[in-house]
């Protein structure tokens, strides 16, 4: 297949142009440089993006088969200043809807749009249990998700199937929440977050690419898609996976306190609990390779 794909060169993105590459498919990415267009030392083809000002090149989507929609700015990379979470919420809702735009307007359109979303959609839910019939809560990022979800309109109404993959935690060492926690459990630094109550909906970094690669492939999926492993733990219950795993002590915990004045508003999210899991997937016959948290932690290092 020639498939399309943005934010290809962040953590999940750039394991999924791994795995498509290895598996003989035509890669498309959509860069935002123009110097780094054209065709690409791995075998992929780049072609020129700009989703602020709904600019794509509109030649080099022709012929995809299907586009995986991964670009917007990392929620966890700064402080929630004004600037930045207005950077979050249009890095994803103007550029899911300059994406969208130019698929229909092609003259053939291809048949999948998987548009990124993150479990953050249903907001704090403390310890319920959370699928894709729950409702959307009323938090700065579950509004952000609501309008990145929406921004995909103009493809399925061109005829496109749309899915929103609404992802948790992707555990790896690579990148993410897994970059900054697993050295300092290796030091043997680490300790639970707040209480350590709060449900983290985790996936392995391998599932999540799996995934993807599923919603791709199956005709009978759309709308949204829970990527998360269908056992969610407490913050506390990985930290002691990453003890186990790492034989290490876990005797640091970070009173919420601390982290309120470290993260700032960011730390709502770190301190509040998703206890989402994957129904559909799960009903649709997906087989997880790191189901829990023990096996997830394992692969990640």
């Not at 929609?69 to 919420?89: M, N, P, Q, S």
């Not at 699928?131 to 009323?138: F, H, L």
């Not at 034989?247 to 709502?268: I, M, N, Q, S, Y």
């Amino acid at each position: 297949m020639r498939i399309a794909v943005t934010g290809s060169t962040g953590l999940i993105g750039s394991a999924l142009v791994r795995s498509l590459l290895a598996d003989g498919h035509e890669v498309v990415r959509l860069v935002r440089r123009h110097s780094r267009t054209g065709p690409q030392p791995d075998g992929s083809t780049a072609i020129g993006w700009n989703p602020l000002l709904g600019q794509v090149e509109q030649d080099g989507l022709a012929g995809v088969e299907a586009v995986v929609h991964l670009a917007g700015a990392g929620v966890g990379d700064h402080r929630w200043t004004d600037a930045y979470k207005r950077e979050i919420r249009e890095s994803r809702a103007l550029g899911t809807e300059t994406l969208a735009v130019a698929l229909a307007a092609l003259k053939e359109p291809p048949r999948v749009l998987v548009s990124g979303s993150a479990v953050g959609w249903y907001g704090q839910t403390g310890d319920r249990v959370i699928d894709e019939d729950s409702p959307a809560g009323d938090d700065f990022l579950a509004e952000v998700c609501v309008e990145w979800e929406a921004a995909a309109r103009p493809a399925e109404l061109a005829g496109i199937r749309v899915v929103h993959p609404r992802t948790g935690m992707v555990l790896s060492a690579a990148g993410g929440a897994g970059a900054r926690l697993f050295p300092l459990f290796k030091l043997g630094l680490g300790g639970r977050l707040g209480d350590g109550r709060q449900y983290w909906s985790f996936i392995s970094l391998a599932d999540q690419v799996a995934a993807l690669r599923f919603l791709i492939d199956r005709d009978d999926l759309s709308g949204p898609v829970n990527l998360t492993a269908p056992d969610p733990v407490t913050n506390a219950e990985l930290t002691a996976a990453l003890g186990r795993v790492l034989r290490r002590p876990t005797p640091f915990p970070v009173p919420e306190a601390v982290l309120k004045v470290v993260l700032g508003e960011l730390a709502v999210e770190v301190v509040g609990s998703h206890r989402v899991v994957p129904r559909r997937l799960l009903d649709a016959g997906f087989r997880f390779a790191h189901p829990n948290v023990d096996a997830a932690v394992r692969a990640a290092l």
